[in-house]
Every structure is written in structure tokens, then in C-alpha cells.
């Protein structure tokens, strides 16, 4: 329940019409005194905007609101209650403990500290969840290092930790992640391998729908932590490897050929996809290991299984060069590596992705609650001038990105702290902390086209994207990415909508860096003339896309865009038509591995 000062004011402000309504509804139609008491209650749980106050009262009441003019006598007792600016009740989008929370899953033994913090159970056991891996990923890292006699031990440790995890924020719904992994190795197992990728992405995209059709139906419009996240991120982790298995399957085939370029029904991999194939099925410790590993088990990032697996067995850090030797020799180990001497310090890369996410925490916390994107569709913001509501739909979606920047960077920095996350070494010698970075806030938010705004955010989505659908398309890859994205992520119109736009943004993009760019390249001016509207122009085109993912609904999606008299999509369309931004003929195609790798064990 939120703190008492507002509660006390809500009561005192938005009950009062309340009492009006019951009595003249007594009144006229002897309404059950539960009605009332059902809507006061909900009522002084928490603080909401005037929208949503509406939608509670009268549907609340929806059975006995059946002529139109009691409709209009409630309206306008309303009108006469006098109450105040809407923004000043945006303050928590949904009560501790209220019915809409109902559907959390996880552990309660912590619900009196949630009431104490004024954090809603599912939040505050995500934060304390993540602390608890943060503190088990410095823990793991110190006293069970990459060698030998600790990769068992590492396995076991990082998948029974994470389960427990699982278990404590999840509930019973961990089922869900514990089935549909046994179902997809089983099926990578039996399936012959020409054949069990595809089976493997069809049931995991399968059951990841029925989760979020689940939602939709008995959760709907909510954001109550449960076990879909979790599931995104274990179909990801699922597809990727059923594809690198079957691109291990594609390297056999080929190396059987005596003349592999002449072989039509396996073409050759790409160098990507040749660093990633999987030779063998994984032991199911390590698959377990893989799927419930404790620094990622909650939000991710997804971490590819040939890169988890070098991070368990420490092949990651042995380009990292040491003031002694890397290797030492011996009669019986003539090639051991000594990997837990080599470990590099992680302190400075989780500490500036801890500064970072505490910098966005304090705008998420303190500005995205007040400056919501729904507001946008309100009858005060619609009649505002031109310029005050371009203002409020700039800073409301930047507001909204912070709690994603938040969580990305924090996941990032746990990963990070248990050593995932190491991709080698820079120019000078450096360690480079960027294999699982899945955002990048600063690029992204001085990024000049819309291209670059994808590359740097949800990074290892796009990765994701890329290696399983882009690469592998013939025709339509791009418009096939982002509706491969829309079903990721849920079936909510406001996604599709999201992803189709984007998708037409990004041709226009392309047009314009191919046709119209050039132009602007003949001096410094020009270049900063063309970098302040195409910064401008991405920007507007970034928010224009993400508000529908965020409104969902198809009228609110709708009236968001007939407010702005629909400029940006149909723009969007008519320059990815004229500028012929769909075509790929210059589009760099993926160069395939040179076949001296092609014998490259797992």
C-alpha cells in the first residue's frame, strides 16, 4: 500500500464523488452497498490518473449504467467534484497487494519489507534477487575459478543457484522453463538434425505464445513480474543452440563432400555461423547449466552456448596477456593453462555499469511514474499546442527507456562480476567487458539514424535476430526480423504496430543514406546540417514507434497516431517506396567461412 499522506489525500479527493454517484444510483436503482465498498477500496489502495479512475468507476458499476442518461447525470457529478490535475496522481501504477497483483507467482516471505519500502512484492523480490546474484557472482568467481577439477563443480553450482532463484521470484511458474528446455534436448536428441532445428524453434515459439496468451487473457494490460521474461529469454537461448547444432550438422555434411562448393543442399556456413556450431548435443549438466545459470536466469542478457561454455571452461581468458607466463609446462601437462591466475580484474566494468544504472534508477524512480507515456492520448495533452506535446512525447518515451537502461545494465554488470562477459582484448592490451552488453545508452540517444539505434539497443536480441532469421532469409529479412520480434514479444496490437512501423522506418533510413546522404558530404557544414535532422528525424521516428509498444491497445494506438494526423507512418511509407529502401542489392551479403575452418572442433 502506498505511503499514508497520499492515501489519506486520495480519499479525500476522489471517494467523495464516489459517495455522490452510489447515492443517486441507490437511489434510482437500489445498487448493493459491495459495489460501493468494491470501488472505494480499490480506490484507496493506491493513487491513479483520472482515466484510469473513470474506467474503474464505471465499469464498476457497468451493470446498473445501462440508460444513456444516467450515464450523462454521472458525468456531470463528476464535473461538479472539482478534481484536480490528473499528472499529480501519477505516482505508482498499481497497489502492493492489490487484485491485479493477484497473479504473482513468486515468494511472499519477504511482503512485509515490500510494505515497509513501498515496492510491490514482484519488484522487490526482482531487486533483492539481483543483488543476491550479484553477491553469488563475485562469490563464484573468487572461490570456483576455470580449471579443471571446478568445471562439474561450476556447472552444477551456477544452475542449482539459479534455479533457486527461479523458484523464489517465479513460483511454480519455473515449471514452465524446466519443461519446455527438457522437451527441446529431448527433441535435439531424437530428431535427426536436418530436421530438429526447425521442430525445436516451432515448439519453443509455440509454448512462448500460449504463456503470453495466458497472460493476455487473465493478466491483461499489466506488468506483474512473471515467468514470460524468463521464457523470452530461454527460447532464445533454445533456438540459438537447436541452430548451431544443425550448423555443426551442415559443417559434417560438407566435410564428408570432396568438393564442398559443388555440394547445393548444404551451402557453406558463414564465418559467424562457423564460430558458433556445436559439433556434439551438449551433456545435460551443461545444458542445465546453460539454461538456469543464476547471473542471468531473472533478465538475461542472452548469452550464446558456445560463449557460455568458454566461459565455464576458461578458454575466454586465455588471450588475456599476464606479467608471467600464460602457460606452464610440464611433463604430464605440457599445454595446462592455469586459467584461475589469468582471471582479469572486473571491478572497474561493474562499476561503471553499477554508476550508470544507479543514474538511470534515479530517472526511472523519480521521472517515469510522473511523465507516462499514456498520457500522450489525454484530452489535456491532445489540446495542447504543437510544440508542448512534441515536448512531453520526447521526454515521456526518453523517461520510459531509463527503466530499460536500468535493467540492462545491471544484468550486464552481474554477468560481468561471475566473469561473463570478457570478449578479449582491445588494441592496447585492454580487457574488453562487451560480449553481453545488450545496451548502449549514449550512442543510442546521439544516434543520427534509426539503423544506429537498433544496433545499440536489446543488442543481443539483434544478435539473436540476426543468426537464426536475417541470415538465413533469402527474400524480406528485414520485415521478416521485426515480425519474428512482434512474436517474441507478445501478441499485444501495439507490438506489431510497433515493429511494422519500425520496420518501414528502417527502409526509409536506408534511402536515405543511399540516395539523399551523399549530398550532404561535400563539407563540414553540410555534414553538421545533415547530422543535426537526421539526429532529429530519428528521434521521431524512434518515438512514434515505441509509443504504440507501450499503449498496446488497438483504439489507443490509433487515436495516438489520428492525433498526429498519422505524418510520421505515412511519411515513413511513402520514402521506403520512392527511395527504394527495401532493396538489398547493396546490401553486404554474410561472407561464408574459408574452408581451412571448416575442421574446427567444438
Known amino acids: 500500500m502506498a505511503t499514508r499522506g497520499p492515501q489519506t489525500k486520495v480519499q479525500k479527493v476522489m471517494v467523495q464523488p464516489i459517495n455522490l454517484i452510489f447515492r443517486y444510483l441507490q437511489n434510482r436503482s437500489r445498487i448493493q452497498v459491495w459495489l460501493y465498498e468494491q470501488a472505494a477500496t480499490r480506490i484507496e489502495g493506491y493513487i491513479i490518473g483520472f482515466d484510469e479512475y473513470m474506467n474503474l468507476v464505471l465499469d464498476d458499476a457497468e451493470e446498473i449504467l445501462i440508460k444513456k442518461n444516467q450515464r450523462k447525470k454521472i458525468g456531470r457529478i463528476l464535473l461538479k467534484a472539482n478534481l484536480p490535475d490528473p499528472r499529480r496522481f501519477f505516482i505508482m501504477e498499481q497497489p502492493i497487494g492489490s487484485p491485479t497483483r493477484s497473479t504473482y507467482r513468486g515468494s511472499h516471505i519477504f511482503g512485509f519489507a515490500a510494505k515497509y519500502s513501498g515496492l510491490p512484492i514482484d519488484q522487490f523480490n526482482f531487486f533483492l ?48 522453463l524446466i519443461l519446455q528446455s527438457c522437451i527441446s534436448y529431448l527433441m535435439l536428441c531424437i530428431i535427426p538434425p536436418k530436421h530438429s532445428y526447425k521442430v525445436v524453434f516451432i515448439f519453443c515459439m509455440l509454448y512462448m505464445s500460449a504463456i503470453h496468451i495466458h497472460r493476455l487473457i487473465y493478466d491483461y494490460g499489466n506488468y506483474t513480474l512473471d515467468i514470460s521474461g524468463p521464457l523470452m529469454i530461454n527460447t532464445q537461448k533454445l533456438t540459438a543452440l537447436a541452430f548451431s547444432f544443425y550448423d555443426g550438422y551442415r559443417s559434417k555434411q560438407r566435410a564428408k563432400r570432396r568438393r564442398p562448393d559443388d555440394d547445393n543442399e548444404t551451402p557453406a556456413l558463414t564465418e559467424d555461423q562457423d564460430k558458433q556450431k556445436i559439433l556434439d548435443i551438449p551433456h545435460p549438466i551443461e545444458f542445465l547449466s546453460y539454461v538456469f545459470y543464476f547471473h542471468g536466469i531473472c533478465v538475461g542478457p542472452l548469452c550464446f552456448y558456445k ?11 586465455l588471450v588475456i596477456p599476464t606479467s608471467t607466463s600464460q ?22 566494468p561493474v562499476f561503471t555499469k553499477i554508476s550508470q544504472c544507479l543514474a538511470w534508477g534515479y530517472i526511472f524512480i523519480n521521472y517515469t511514474s510522473v511523465y507516462k507515456i499514456e498520457y500522450n492520448i489525454s484530452q489535456e495533452m491532445v489540446n495542447s499546442p504543437f510544440f508542448k506535446r512534441l515536448q512531453y512525447l520526447l521526454f515521456s518515451t526518453f523517461c520510459n527507456r531509463a527503466k530499460y537502461y536500468f535493467a540492462f545494465l545491471l544484468s550486464e554488470a552481474i554477468n560481468n562480476a561471475g566473469g561473463l562477459g570478457l570478449n578479449g582484448v582491445d588494441e592496447k592490451g585492454r580487457p574488453k567487458w562487451n560480449l553481453l552488453t545488450n545496451v548502449k545508452p549514449l550512442q543510442l540517444e546521439t544516434a543520427t539514424s534509426l539503423k544506429v539505434i537498433l544496433d545499440n539497443w536489446n543488442i543481443q536480441t539483434t544478435t539473436w535476430l540476426r543468426r537464426i532469421c536475417y541470415d538465413r532469409l533469402k527474400q524480406g529479412r528485414t520485415l521478416g526480423v521485426f515480425v519474428l520480434s512482434a512474436l517474441w514479444h507478445g501478441f499485444y496490437p501495439g507490438y506489431y504496430v510497433c515493429f511494422i512501423l519500425a520496420a518501414f522506418e528502417t527502409y526509409a533510413g536506408r534511402g536515405i543514406r543511399r540516395q539523399i546522404r551523399p549530398h550532404f558530404q561535400k563539407n563540414e557544414v553540410t555534414k553538421a546540417i545533415y547530422a543535426c535532422i537526421t539526429w532529429f528525424g530519428s528521434q521521431l521516428a524512434l518515438n512514434f514507434a515505441v509509443t504504440p509498444f507501450v499503449l498496446m491497445e488497438v483504439q489507443k494506438v490509433w487515436y495516438f497516431y489520428k492525433t498526429w494526423y498519422f505524418i510520421v507512418p505515412v511519411v515513413s511509407v511513402v520514402l521506403a517506396l ?12 554474410p561472407q561464408p567461412a574459408k574452408e581451412t575452418d571448416k575442421t574446427k572442433s567444438n
Not at 307 to 317: A, F, Q, S
Not at 333 to 348: I, K, L, R, V
Open 307 to 317: 560463449d557460455y561454455l568458454d566461459y565455464i571452461e576458461g578458454r575466454n581468458l
Open 129 to 176: 534477487a539481483e543483488i543476491l546474484a550479484l553477491i553469488f557472482a563475485i562469490c563464484f568467481r573468487r572461490y570456483l575459478p576455470p580449471k579443471p577439477s571446478n568445471l562439474i563443480k561450476r556447472h552444477l553450482v551456477a544452475s542449482l543457484l539459479g534455479i533457486a532463484l527461479g523458484q523464489f521470484c517465479f513460483g511454480s511458474q519455473i515449471w514452465h
Open 578 to 589: 520512392t527511395l527504394k529502401g527495401a532493396s538489398t542489392k547493396d546490401a553486404k551479403k
Open 327 to 348: 602457460q606452464t609446462q610440464s611433463q604430464d601437462t605440457p599445454n595446462e593453462y592455469h586459467a584461475e591466475t589469468m582471471q582479469p580484474s572486473t571491478f572497474w
